[in-house]
């Protein structure tokens, strides 16, 4: 049988490194930016790094593709930058999206290029293709098409139209392909049948540097407020400070196989979670948060989810299952994950049961921009201590391991991250990729604040499954609910 041989030329596999920026799937897409981010931070390979990321900079050929390689220079350290001359100078494609990420980069204010990317007002006379109105919210966020029309109608400017008609032309100049959904990285049957997946094909890139050009020329000709344009751009940055550096730890092993347990034996659920609960070993640390992506091999799509929450002595279930709600992280400035936790007022957590009322002992925190690149961590959500369960000034952390949340000038939390045979396919409605997450507290200050607001520790539990009858057919969700006192 033939072999075939490696290659051992660096500046061919950093090549390799560099194209992978351009796959499908974004969580390679952020695996191959930190892969080309440590190599610019070490000494020994960062000219040679450093000179492949800029002639790549020089050939992207699209506005986001600037973006998507200006990102990895966001996340260098300050003292490994190139001079931000030499950066301006080959990019050839500028938006102003890069010049925010610059700005954010280097501590300086300055290009303008990015003023004439675009390609003139759209005619009176064009008309959207039928692909760009089909697809507009399939390779790109809701949230784009959603701004564009919002601001439509507030100012009677033509931003969607403009949208369409910048989408066109880089079509026309890229001779870009009509791309439909990545069926090759699946099952076109299971696609049919409800899985989908996070993907990002070339088209997706069309479309957002059209989004950015749409903003040029709002900025430069309709009078368009230019930091409100780089709020709205933000929302196509691939990675956050503080997300980008996160690695995904193992499964915790304390679960054992005790969430498949509770699809195996369903007349255990109740003390099978209560034992899972108690195992966790730290007596120092309670777990508040839990999701669990139950083994493939004995639930295809499944997934456990477990919340702590505070109820008054005579709480009783209602017609409406206690949640954790979401709080909305503003970084569009820093770009950063590292920032004062958001407000969660106890006055809009409360959650009425038929009698009492139940507090969530945390809130997932939703970064914008949240980076797309991160949507595997997304979808399984960040679940942080509520501001109300944390005793003073609270701040939120990004570390290699974790995601930290600092308060009375200490480490009172933490929020960690495993992938359990990770696929980019996953049902749709409510369906999650195969990333877990858990969170733990300080023990003694999550009883304190029980104690303080008068209040016992319960648990929300929600078991979902997806299935089908025979190889071919509609998955069906299927879903489980109990809430329990300790």
């Known amino acids: 049988m033939a072999t075939i041989a490696l290659p051992t030329d660096r500046a061919l596999a950093l090549e390799l490194l560099l194209n992978r920026l351009l796959w499908p799937v974004p969580l390679a897409r952020w695996k191959a930016a930190r892969g080309v981010r440590d190599l610019i931070e070490n000494p020994e390979t960062r000219a040679a790094s450093t000179d492949a990321l800029l002639a790549a900079l020089e050939r992207a050929e699209l506005e986001s593709d600037v973006c998507t390689l200006l990102t990895i220079l966001l996340m260098v350290g300050k003292a490994a930058l190139p001079d931000l001359a030499r950066v301006r100078e080959r990019i050839q494609h500028p938006s102003i999206l890069a010049e925010v990420?610059?700005?954010?980069?280097?501590?300086?204010?300055?290009?303008t290029a990015w003023w004439r990317a675009h390609s003139g007002p759209v005619?009176?006379?064009?008309?959207?293709?039928s692909y760009f109105e089909r697809h507009q919210t399939h390779h790109v966020p809701v949230v784009l098409s959603s701004n564009l029309a919002s601001l439509e109608r507030k100012s009677g400017l033509p931003f969607v139209?403009?949208?369409a008609y910048e989408w066109q032309q880089l079509c026309d100049r890229i001779k870009a392909e009509f791309t439909e959904?990545?069926?090759?990285?699946?099952?076109?049957?299971?696609v049919r049948d409800g899985i989908i997946?996070?993907?990002?094909?070339?088209q997706s890139e069309v479309y957002r540097s059209a989004y950015l050009r749409t903003f040029s020329i709002a900025v430069a000709e309709w009078g368009f407020e230019q930091r409100e344009a780089g709020f709205y751009v933000s929302e196509l940055l691939p990675s956050i400070r503080g997300l980008f550096e996160l690695d995904p730890l193992g499964r915790p092993?304390?679960?054992?196989?005790?969430?498949?347990?509770?699809v195996e034996d369903p007349d255990q659920f109740e003390s099978i979670l209560r034992?899972?609960?108690?195992?966790?070993?730290?007596?120092?640390?309670a777990l508040v948060s839990l999701y669990v992506p139950l083994d493939a091999t004995v639930e295809r799509y499944g997934a456990l989810r477990l919340s702590a929450h505070l109820v008054t002595t005579d709480f009783s279930l209602g017609s409406e299952f206690p949640r954790e709600p979401t709080d909305i992280l503003l970084a569009h400035r820093s770009f950063a994950i590292d920032q004062e936790r958001p407000d969660t007022p106890i006055e809009t957590s409360l959650q009425a049961g038929q009698t009492g009322d139940a507090l969530p002992v945390c809130s997932a925190i939703f970064p914008i921009p949240f980076g797309y690149w991160q949507a595997h961590l997304h979808s399984a959500g960040i679940p942080i201590p509520a501001r109300y369960m944390l005793p003073g000034y609270a701040r939120v952390r990004g570390e290699r391991d974790?995601?930290?949340?600092?308060?009375d000038h200490r480490e009172v939390a933490a929020t960690r991250y495993w992938q359990d045979h990770w696929s980019p396919n996953y049902p749709r409605n409510e369906g999650h990729t195969r990333c877990g997450t858990w969170t733990l507290m300080e023990r003694q200050l999550l009883e304190s604040q029980a104690s303080v607001l008068g209040r016992k520790i319960a648990w929300s539990a929600r078991l979902q499954t997806w299935r089908r009858e025979k190889d071919y057919g509609e998955f069906m969700h299927a879903e489980r609910s109990l809430f329990f006192m300790m």
């Open 161 to 163: 139209r403009q949208w």
């Open 101 to 111: 990420m610059l700005q954010a980069t280097y501590d300086e204010i300055g290009g």
């Open 123 to 129: 005619s009176s006379t064009f008309a959207p293709s």
């Open 197 to 202: 997946g996070q993907f990002s094909p070339r």
């Open 181 to 190: 959904y990545p069926y090759y990285f699946g099952d076109f049957g299971d």
């Open 402 to 407: 974790r995601i930290a949340v600092d308060s």
């Open 275 to 285: 034992a899972m609960i108690a195992s966790q070993p730290d007596n120092d640390q």
């Open 253 to 262: 092993p304390w679960l054992k196989d005790s969430p498949e347990l509770c």
